[in-house]
């Protein structure tokens, strides 16, 4: 059998331009639920990846606020509420060149497809379907499956496991620091994409880009094969 090689995508900053959408939705939580005011989207960048426990603290912790469990999960589920919300009534499309590279992978014999994101099952589904993308047709691995959030690699290395691909012979795309991370940490290469940060916080990727449209399949064959 020829040799197959895995393509995973992250879901917020990746696919869509969802980590907007994440910020303006937990600064109105904050302010609705804490009453904390002046919370910008930078706040949030330690939390990027992490899952929304992570997220919310990060920007909680930028303001030196400490909060507890109870309150942790009171903005996490609002957060999600006002995002469905968000995205029930605003268009969501997928980041350039997105989805004409699922398309070309899902054509080829030798590639196989993964979503792999620390968002929960609601929140995440809501994206990729406003996004339009296929994800039925692929390995589909979200936050409720894991027990480890981003830098661990345990979300990566199931999505692999579950293509049935080595991690080694994956290329996963990300778009934050902690993704990068955990992509590494899996064994797999990983290219990133400078959605949500700057490249020079995504320096640990093997192969950093502005855009998915300078992506093409045969340099991801490329960057697994340099091995």
Known sequence: MDKLYGLIF?????????EAVNARTTIKV?????????????????????GAEEYVKAGAGA?????????????????QEYFLKVLSQEPLPAFPGVLELMD????????????????????SRAVL???????????YINGDHVKNKKPDPEL??????????????????????????????????????????????????DLVCDSLEQIKLDMIRELIDSH
């Not at 992250?10 to 969802?18: L, Q």
């Not at 406003?130 to 692929?138: I, N, S, T």
């Not at 620091?177 to 640990?204: D, H, M, R």
């Open 63 to 79: 303001h030196g606020l400490k909060l507890t469990e109870e309150q942790i999960r009171k903005v996490t589920q609002l957060r």
């Open 156 to 205: 990566f290395l199931l999505a692999a496991e579950r293509m049935d691909i080595a991690p080694v012979n994956c290329v996963v795309i990300e778009d934050a620091p902690n993704g990068v991370q955990a992509a590494k940490a899996a064994g797999a290469k990983c290219i990133a994409v400078t959605n949500s940060t700057n490249a020079e916080n995504l320096s640990e990727a």
């Open 10 to 18: 992250d879901v917020d900053g990746v696919i869509a331009d969802t």
């Open 104 to 123: 070309q992978a899902m054509q080829r014999e030798d590639f196989r497809l993964a979503i792999a994101t620390s968002g929960t099952l609601e929140k």
């Open 30 to 50: 904050f302010a609705d639920l804490l009453g904390l005011k002046g919370v910008v989207r930078k706040d949030f960048d330690a939390g990027l990846g992490r």
């Open 129 to 139: 379907e406003a996004a339009k993308v296929p994800y039925r047709k692929m390995v």
